[in-house]
């Protein structure tokens, strides 16, 4: 069975930083694009930042500059590196891969269980 486990979340004051990280775990071959989304109350999930397998990445506008993903495929693990946090930045932050290779076959469009950030002084 695979699990992502996200965290690293909590209160921070505005201007403030936090890393998020997010491990993998269960019989896993390989991980195909991680991610990271969130959702505030009353807004939709939206992504945040995602990085393939050979470390390319994108982010949503909001974060460009001051936010940055990474991931070490030998610990299964992505990492999202938050700073210059501000209010709009608060939000439920979700782990995703679009496909993981298991032992067992393939699992699609795998989500963590949120690990809540708040920014807010």
């Known amino acids: 069975q695979v699990q992502l486990v996200e965290s690293g979340g909590g209160l921070v004051q505005p201007g403030g930083s936090l890393r998020l990280s997010c491990a993998a775990s269960?019989?896993?071959?390989?991980?195909?694009?991680m991610g990271w989304y969130r959702q505030a109350p009353g807004k939709e999930r939206e992504l945040v930042a995602r990085?393939?397998?050979?470390?390319?990445?994108i982010y949503t506008e909001s974060v460009k500059g001051r936010f940055t993903i990474s991931r070490d495929n030998t610990k299964n693990t992505v990492y999202l590196q938050m700073n210059s946090l501000k209010p709009e930045d608060t939000a439920v932050y979700y782990c995703?891969?679009?496909?993981?290779?298991?032992?067992?076959?393939?699992?699609?469009?795998?989500w963590g269980q949120g690990t809540q950030v708040t920014v807010s002084s």
């Open positions: 990085i393939s397998t050979s470390g390319s990445s």
């Open positions: 269960g019989t896993i071959r390989s991980i195909n694009v």
């Open positions: 995703n891969t679009d496909k993981i290779r298991t032992a067992q076959g393939y699992v699609y469009n795998y």
